[in-house]
C-alpha cells in the first residue's frame, strides 16, 4: 500500500461533467498511487466510463482539477494524456486480427533501420519478446496473428502495448469480460504483474468476485458522484453491492468508517 504522505500517481479534485441536462459526475475526486491497483466500480450509468473519457483526453473536464505526480495538468486530448504515460486499455482491445503480436505491439510506432527507411523487424520482436517476458506474459510464438490467440493472450497483448511505451498509469476497461477462468486468471496475473513493476492501475469492472481478489482500494460512482471507498481485506461484496444500488447512499457512518478503514491500510 502507499505510504501515507505519498503524492498521488494521478489525483483528481471536484471534476464536474454535464452533457447537455445531463450531469454526467458531480464533484468527483479520485486518485490512484504508483504501485496500487484501485478498481472503479458502480452501474451503469453510473459515471465510470464518463470519468475514464475525461482522463483519457477524450471528453474535456467542465470543472475541476487533474494533477498528475503532484502537478497540475491540463488535458485536452489523447496526446496529452499519452504524454504523461497514462494508457487506456478499452473493452475492444483495437487489435488488428490479420496482424503478428510484434505488428500490434509497434502499431503506428514501427522501428525503421536507421538510414534505409525499412522495417527493423528483428529489433522489433526483439524488444516485443522482453516486453512480454517482463510480463510474464506466455505466447507461443510473437510472430503469431492476433486471431489465432485466446482472448486472455489478446487482453495480454492489448496490456504489453499499453505498457511498452515508458506507461506508468494503466486503464483497464472491463478487462475479463466474456473470458474464460483459465484466461481471466491469466489477466489478473497480468495486473499484478503491472503493480509489481511499481504502475498505477485502474480497474473498471462489473465483475466484483475479479475486483475483490486483485485490487487495493474499491471506488464507487453512484449516479455520478463518488459514494464509497472501501478496502477489498475488510469489506464484504454486499457492503460494495449496497453502495452501488444506493442502499447505503447517504450513511455517513458507513462512509466515515470505510474511508477510516482505507487510510489505516494505508498507513500501515
Not at 466510463?49 to 477524450?58: E, H, N, R
Request: aromatic content about 4%.
Amino acid at each position: 500500500m502507499p505510504e501515507k504522505n505519498e503524492v498521488p500517481l494521478l489525483e483528481l479534485k471536484g471534476i464536474e461533467k454535464s452533457f447537455g441536462a445531463v450531469q454526467a459526475l458531480t464533484g468527483v475526486d479520485f486518485e490512484v498511487y504508483r504501485g496500487e491497483v484501485v478498481g472503479l466500480v458502480g452501474d451503469n450509468g453510473a459515471g465510470k466510463s464518463t470519468l475514464i473519457k475525461c482522463i483519457s483526453g477524450i471528453f474535456p473536464i467542465d470543472a475541476g482539477e487533474i494533477r498528475f505526480e503532484g502537478k497540475p495538468v491540463t488535458i485536452t486530448t489523447p496526446k496529452d494524456v499519452a504524454d504523461l504515460g497514462i494508457e487506456t486499455v478499452y473493452q475492444d482491445l483495437a487489435l488488428c486480427d490479420n496482424l503478428d503480436v510484434v505488428a500490434n505491439l509497434y502499431l503506428g510506432r514501427e522501428k525503421l533501420r536507421h538510414g534505409s527507411g525499412t522495417l527493423d523487424e528483428a529489433a522489433m520482436e526483439q524488444r516485443a519478446t522482453a516486453v512480454l517476458k517482463g510480463l510474464s506474459v506466455k505466447i507461443p510464438n510473437v510472430r503469431t496473428r492476433i486471431a489465432a490467440l485466446s482472448g486472455g493472450q489478446r487482453q495480454s497483448v492489448a496490456v504489453a502495448r499499453a505498457v511498452m511505451w515508458n506507461s506508468k498509469l494503466v486503464m483497464l476497461d472491463e478487462p475479463t469480460a466474456a473470458l474464460g477462468v483459465a484466461q481471466t486468471k491469466m489477466v489478473l496475473d497480468l495486473i499484478r504483474q503491472l503493480k509489481r513493476q511499481g504502475l498505477g492501475v485502474v480497474v473498471i469492472s462489473h465483475n466484483l468476485a475479479d475486483v475483490f481478489k486483485v485490487v487495493d482500494r474499491i471506488v464507487v460512482l453512484r449516479l455520478g458522484r463518488r459514494v464509497g471507498t472501501y478496502c477489498p481485506s475488510s469489506a464484504s461484496n454486499e457492503q460494495v453491492v449496497a453502495a452501488i444500488t444506493g442502499a447505503e447512499f447517504g450513511n455517513s457512518e458507513i462512509e466515515k468508517g470505510n474511508e477510516k478503514e482505507v487510510e489505516d491500510e494505508r498507513s500501515n
